[in-house]
Each structure stands twice: as C-alpha cells, then as structure tokens.
C-alpha cells in the first residue's frame, strides 16, 4: 500500500559524503530552497557557503528570507515504512518499523538508507517539528493517534518478534489492520513532512531518518506520563481559550478561510462516516457470501443428481471468491479513502492549530498595548503631581513596552503572512491528492467490478447445461 513507490526514479547526483561538510550541505539546503525555483540544486552552491556564515537552526527558521518561502516544487524524496515487527513480549514490547529513505537531496550523505524506529519516535519528531514551527504559523503534517486499546492487546498478542527465517514480511506474521493502518499513516506522516520545503530540511528530521544508532525515547509522548497528563490539561486550556475567547478579525481572507475550513471538516466528518459504514456493510456482504458458500457445498453432498451437484459446487467456490472479493472491496473502501479522509480532517485540525496560534500571538500584542497605555496613564498621574522618580521611571517602562508592541505586531503581521502561504499550498496539494485518491478508488472498484462479472460469467456455462 505504499503510495510512494509508484514515484519516478531519481536521477544522480554527486553528494559530498564528507561528515566534515554536514553543515555546509545543511547551509546550501536553506540557501538553495530559499533562492533557488529548482529544488535539485548543482554542487556548486557549496562553495559558496562556509560553515561561519551558518546561523543556529533557530536563527534560520525565523530569518526572514525562510518566512518569505513560497510554493516551491515538490522535494525528491521517497519514504517508505515497511516491515513493522513486534519486539519483546508482553506489556514492555513494542513495534518498530524499517523507514526507508530514497533521495538526491545535498543535505542527506547517502542515495538510499534504511532505519529502525518505534513508533514514539514518530510522536517525538512530531513533537519536536511542532515546538520548532508552530509558532511560526507552520502547518505541521499530523502524526497518527495514540490508542491505549489497540497498543494494549497488540502488546499481549503473542507474536514473532521478528523477521521469519524466509525474509517474508513481518506485517504478514502479525496480521492485524491495527499495525497496518498505523504503517500506512507513519508512511503518509513522514511523506508530508519530507514534502515541506522548511520541515524537509530540519535537523530533527534529518537525524530521524539517518540515523544509524537508536534515538533517545521520547517519554513524554507516552499518554499516562507526567508530561502527557501535563499535555492534557493543557490541550483542555486550550480548548477553553478557544471557546472564550473571539478575536475580532479584520482580514477577510482570514475570516472567508476560517468558515471554509470548519464547512469543509463538517463535510468529510460526514464522508469518512459514510465510508467507514459502507466498509462495515461490505465485511457483513463477505460474511453472507460465505455462508451461502457452505450452504451450497452441503445441498451439492446431498443432492442425488450429478449435473446439479457438480454446478452447486461450483457455485460454493464462486460464493468462496465473491466473499474474498468483498473483502478486498471493503478494505478498498477502508484504507483507500476513509483512511485518507482521517489524514485530511487530521490536517484540518493543524490548520486550526496555526489560526489558534495567531490568534494567541494577537492576544500578546493586545496585552502589550493594554500595558503600554496603563504606563503612559501613571507617567500622566506622575506629572501631575510632580513626581520625577515615578516619572523616569514610568518613561523607562514606555520604552519596555513600545518596544514589546512593535515586536508583537511584526509577530503577528509575519505569522498572517506564513499562514496565508501555507495554507495557499496546502490548497494546491489537497486538490492533487484528493484526486489521486478519487481516481484509485474508481480504478480499484471497477477492478473489482469486472472480476465479479468474469466469475458469474465463468459459471453460467455450467447452470445453463444442467439437464
């Protein structure tokens, strides 16, 4: 199922494997995706840049020529997530999965490499892109759903803890939709960040993917830690700002944008719905089909007449495929577009993350300004009643925070602009993968389609010479 592979092949290019020059690769990275239309850069641009003219990575990010980064072409990079295998038993276990990389981007060492990772170092990266460019106005590609049940009874599901002796796929082996479905979301996580023309470059993400040796674990990712509890109550703060609180929008492109985005989340909520009853009706169809196969081969056993006989048991084998065709007609239904409609409302839920976000950022240059009208009001009552010390002082603390609302506005002028480009490019990536979506989903159907009426046709023959 992975969407990546069907991706043209790379075309080569030479890639300085000198540890000593990782930071000049990195330098030429932002300088080539903030300058340069072409994503694949030559060689020659790491000449240009030494490792003295590199700011820290915070310095980069905030630089204005990376916030003015527009919709560049996609990046070449091809991540695949395979292999998920259990390791250990019982409640300590977990699944680690093979991330494999393909890329002729300067800034990676190598063409193509391959990592281990456990699923909380997804959440960890995740966490770390959103600490980073959040408050940026970054939208940050979801990770996929912590669920305590389904890791809970994969944990005390008596599973190989690796690879069989054959190379066969451990995915087979642990044969849950629960793992698949997570593989397949990772997949798309990873692909979305690497398609960002800010997040593909961070180190984070970087190390994430080449990074030989295991990362640290990410402990505060885990839901019943103290620093998820934390999150949580926090994450209820948050709600609660939003419901309170109104920001009185003076941009209309914001406020045209805010109402599409919660029309649109209201309209695939009701999608994704849909799908997921239309998957449950199909495994119910298979389940039929199944009986009816069983029934058919017990009436061919009993019944007398050889003709008869012989096409009942032909019609059990054809009920035998129809019920495998359902099956895969309602994992067409589950994984190929109800699982895409969740990664879109996840994506929804990033957008309303940013505008939150802008609205905080308001909120701190409206407390600036409310602060710096109270100062110039006690230097006004200082000077009436002719008290220098309140004077130089309240003047001192104008300064303070003229300074804090000329900061809060520029903030807030610079995270309007990052959003209204990121969601300028989000709009232009929805439309292009919700068609491919749609496409592969009629193409499936119809595969399926034709393979029913090739079964169908395939018995007629024998009903029709019963005699």
């Given amino acids: 199922m992975s969407e990546g592979t069907e991706a043209p092949l790379f075309n080569t290019v030479d890639i300085n494997n000198d540890n000593s020059a990782d930071e000049d690769l990195f330098a030429s990275a ?7 239309s072409e994503v694949n850069g030559t060689s020659d641009i790491l000449e240009k ?41 019982g409640m300590s276990s977990y699944v680690a999965y093979h991330v494999l990389t393909k890329t002729n981007m300067p800034i990676f060492s190598r063409h193509e490499f391959t990592v281990l990772r456990r699923f909380s170092d997804f959440l960890g990266l995740h966490e770390k892109l959103t600490e980073k460019y959040l408050r940026s106005g970054r939208i940050i590609p979801p990770a996929p759903e912590k669920s305590i049940v389904g890791t809970t009874k994969l944990k005390m599901t008596s ?39 800010v997040l593909c470059i961070d180190p984070d993400f970087r190390e994430f993917l080449e990074s030989d040796t295991e990362l640290p674990k990410a402990t505060s990712t885990s839901a019943l830690s103290g620093a998820g509890m934390l999150r949580l109550f926090n994450k209820v ?5 939003k419901i309170t609180y ?50 058919a081969a017990a009436l061919s056993a009993a019944d007398p007449h050889p003709p008869l006989s012989r096409a009942l048991s032909h019609l059990s084998d054809l009920h035998e495929k129809i019920e495998h065709l359902r099956m895969e007609q309602s994992n067409t239904d589950f994984y190929v577009l109800a699982e895409h409609i969740k990664d879109y409302l996840g994506l929804i839920g990033a957008i309303k993350d940013v505008f939150h976000e802008r609205v905080k950022v308001f909120q701190n240059w409206q407390h600036a300004q409310m602060q710096l009208t ?33 900061r809060g506005q520029q903030e807030f002028d610079s995270i309007s602009r990052v959003i209204k480009k990121e969601l300028e490019r989000w709009e232009e990536i929805r439309v292009t993968e919700l068609r491919a979506t749609i496409l592969r989903y009629l193409e499936e159907h119809m595969k399926h389609q034709a393979q029913s009426i090739r079964y169908w046709d395939a018995f007629l023959p024998e009903a029709r010479a019963i005699k």
């Fill in 374 to 406: 109270k100062r110039r009001e006690n230097k006004a009552k200082a000077e009436l009643a002719n008290r220098p010390e309140k004077i130089e002082q309240a003047s001192n603390e104008i300064i303070e925070w003229e300074s804090k609302v000329e």
């Fill in 237 to 241: 703060g948050e709600t609660v700002n």
């Fill in 30 to 36: 932002v300088q080539e995706v903030s300058l340069d």
């Fill in 246 to 295: 109104r920001m009185d929008e003076s941009d209309p492109w914001f406020e045209e944008r805010c109402a599409r985005v919660e029309a649109l989340e209201g309209q695939l909520r009701r999608l994704c719905g849909a799908c997921e009853a239309l998957a449950g009706e199909r495994r119910e169809l298979a389940a039929r089909s199944h009986e009816a196969a069983r029934a």
């Fill in 49 to 89: 840049v030494s490792i003295s003219d590199i700011s820290p990575m915070a310095a980069v990010v905030g630089s204005p020529i990376m916030e003015e980064i527009a919709t560049e072409s996609p990046n070449n990079i091809i991540i695949t997530v395979t292999e998920p295998q259990k390791i250990g038993e």
């Fill in 159 to 197: 599973t190989p803890s690796t690879e069989s002796a054959n190379g066969t796929n451990s995915s087979a082996s642990l044969q849950s939709q629960f793992v698949e479905r997570r593989r397949a979301a990772l997949e798309r996580f990873l692909n979305r960040v690497a398609q960002h023309p």
